[in-house]
C-alpha cells in the first residue's frame, strides 16, 4: 500500500450508484427520463458491498455449487447460552416496552465500568449512548460533529460506512492508507499528516482494523495522539474488534493523556459476544457529545431494543468463558487458514494477531492466471473453487497509485475443516490443477 492522494468529494459516486441520473438544479433531472423521485442526497449515499458478495456467492450455491464462505465478518458461533437466557428472562419479566432514549441505566453503568477496567478510562453511565449495534454510532459522530464542507480523515482500505456516511452527511473524505513492513500494516503517518488541512475536523481510527488486521503500536497511537491535539480534531475510535485479539492487549487511543475528551468510542457486542443480528452497541465519549447522540436515538429508534440489553448487561457481568471460547475457535481457524495460504502459489499472507481478517497480497496468484482486474480474479476463483471472498474494491474506493492486489478472508463464518478444504481447492487450483466443483 502506498501514499494516497486526496480525492474530491463527488469522485466516483457514478460509478457507486450506478445510475445513469445526472445531479442538475435542485437534482430531481435525469439524462434520459422523467424526474426522478428519489431525493438528491441519496446520490451521495454508498453501501456495503460485501452483502452483495454474499448473494452472487448465495446465487452459486443456489446452482448446486459448493460454496466456502469467507466474505461476510458474521459469525456461525451461537451467542452465549447464558446471554439468550438472559434476553429470554427479560422478556417474560415485561422488559418488552419503551426505555430510557440512551437504555438502561444498569447496561450504561456496566458498560462504562467494564471500558474502564480494560482502557483505564474513566467513563461513567452518562459518558455512554446504547446504539442498536456498532454501525449507528458513525453516523451519529458525523452529525454531532461534522459540518457540511469539513474534511474527515478515515482509514482506506477500510470499513465502507466510513466513506459513505462521511458523504452522505456533506462532509469531504479524506483517505488515509497504510503501509507494509515486515510485521504487518501500519498507518501512512506521513501521509496522514500531509493530508492535514485548516478544514480537518474529524479523525477517523480503526484499531484494531478491519480488513487489514492492523493494530497501532504505541508509539504509532502517541504520534496520532499529539497530532489530532495539535490540529484540534474528534476522533471516532471505531473498537468494533477492541477483543478479538490473539495476545496481548489493546490499547485504546481513548485511553492516552487528553484523548478522552476528544474520542467517541464505537462500542458493539457484535463480534466479541457472537450477537451480530442482536443489534447492539454503544457510542461512549464526551457528555456533551453523548447528549447530542441520545437526542438522536430520540429521533431515530427511540431507545435501543428494550429486553436485549438484560441480555448484554449478562454478557458485560456474567461468565465469561463464552467470549474466550469464542476468541480461541477463531484462533484454530486463523492459524489453518494462514498454514495453508502462505503455500498457495502467488498469495503472500501475514499473521494478525487481531481481528478475524485475513488481507492477503494476491498479486502474483491474479498474474498467474493472466488477470489484472481483482474483481475478475474474486469471482474467478469463487466459479473454480466454490472459495468465496471480498476483494480490496469493497473496503472504500481503491486510491491513486496503488500496484498490489488484495483480497479480504473473513474466517469468523466457517468451521475449520472447511477452511481447510476450501483453502486446498484454492491451492490446487493456483498451482495449475484441475479442481472439480
Ligand atoms: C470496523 C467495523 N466497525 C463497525 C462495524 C459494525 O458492527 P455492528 O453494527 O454489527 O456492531 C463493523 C462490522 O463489521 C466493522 O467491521
Known amino acids: ?43 451521495r449515499l454508498g453501501s456495503e458491498t460485501a452483502f452483495a458478495v454474499s448473494a452472487e456467492a448465495a446465487a452459486f450455491a443456489a446452482q448446486g455449487n459448493p460454496v466456502y464462505p469467507f466474505h461476510l ?113 501500519v498507518i501512512d503517518l506521513d501521509a496522514l499528516e500531509a493530508s492535514v488541512t485548516p478544514r480537518t475536523r474529524l479523525l477517523v481510527l480503526n484499531d484494531l482494523q478491519n480488513p487489514l488486521g492492523a493494530e497501532c503500536s504505541p508509539e504509532e497511537l502517541a504520534r496520532l495522539a499529539e497530532l489530532v491535539s495539535r490540529h484540534d480534531l474528534m476522533v471516532l475510535c471505531d473498537e468494533a474488534y477492541f477483543d478479538i485479539r490473539y495476545s496481548g492487549h489493546s490499547t ?76 480461541s475457535v477463531l484462533r484454530e481457524r486463523r492459524d489453518a487458514a494462514i498454514a495453508i495460504l502462505n503455500q498457495t502459489p502467488g498469495i503472500r499472507c501475514y499473521t494478525p494477531n487481531a481481528t478475524f481478517y485475513l488481507f492477503p497480497d494476491v498479486t502474483g496468484a491474479m498474474r498467474l492466471k493472466g488477470l489484472t482486474d481483482v474483481e475478475s480474479f474474486r469471482r474467478d476463483v469463487l466459479h473454480a473453487t466454490g472459495v468465496s471472498v471480498c476483494s480490496r474494491v469493497h473496503f472504500g474506493r481503491p486510491r491513486p497509485g496503488e500496484s498490489e492486489q488484495f483480497v479480504r478472508l473473513a474466517y469468523s463464518g466457517i468451521d475449520e475443516p472447511q477452511i481447510v478444504e ?15 466443483l
Open 1 to 43: 500500500m502506498d501514499t494516497g492522494e486526496r480525492l474530491s468529494q463527488r469522485t466516483g459516486t457514478a460509478e457507486r450508484t450506478g445510475t445513469a441520473e445526472r445531479v442538475v438544479g435542485h437534482g430531481r433531472e435525469t439524462a434520459n427520463g422523467p424526474r426522478s423521485r428519489i431525493a438528491s442526497r441519496i446520490v
Open 73 to 185: 465478518g458474521d459469525l456461525n458461533i451461537p451467542t452465549p447460552a447464558n446471554i439468550v437466557e438472559a434476553s429470554f428472562k427479560a422478556i417474560k419479566n415485561g422488559k418488552t416496552g419503551y426505555c430510557p432514549n440512551a437504555g438502561i441505566p444498569e447496561l450504561r453503568g456496566a458498560l462504562a465500568a467494564d471500558v474502564n477496567a480494560s482502557h483505564g478510562t474513566a467513563y461513567s453511565a452518562e459518558n455512554v449512548a446504547i446504539q442498536p449495534g456498532g454501525k449507528p454510532v458513525i453516523g451519529k459522530f458525523l452529525l454531532a460533529l461534522m459540518n457540511p464542507g469539513d474534511e474527515v480523515l478515515y482509514p482506506n482500505p477500510g470499513y465502507p460506512i466510513y466513506e459513505s456516511q462521511i458523504e452522505f452527511h456533506g462532509g469531504v473524505a479524506v483517505p488515509y492508507g497504510y503501509l507494509e513492513g515486515a510485521d504487518g500494516f
Open 252 to 327: 485504546s487511543l481513548a485511553a492516552l493523556e487528553g484523548m478522552a475528551e476528544r474520542s467517541v468510542i464505537l462500542y458493539t457486542f457484535s463480534k466479541k459476544f457472537a450477537m451480530t443480528g442482536w443489534r447492539l452497541g454503544a457510542a461512549i465519549g464526551p457528555r456533551e457529545v453523548i447528549e447530542v447522540i441520545t437526542r438522536l436515538n430520540v429521533n431515530d429508534e427511540s431507545c435501543p431494543n428494550h429486553f436485549i440489553q438484560h441480555g448484554a448487561l449478562e454478557a458485560l457481568t456474567g461468565d465469561q468463558s463464552g467470549p474466550r471460547q469464542i476468541v
Open 422 to 436: 476450501g483453502l486446498s481447492r484454492l491451492k490446487a487450483y493456483l498451482a495449475g490443477d484441475v479442481v472439480g
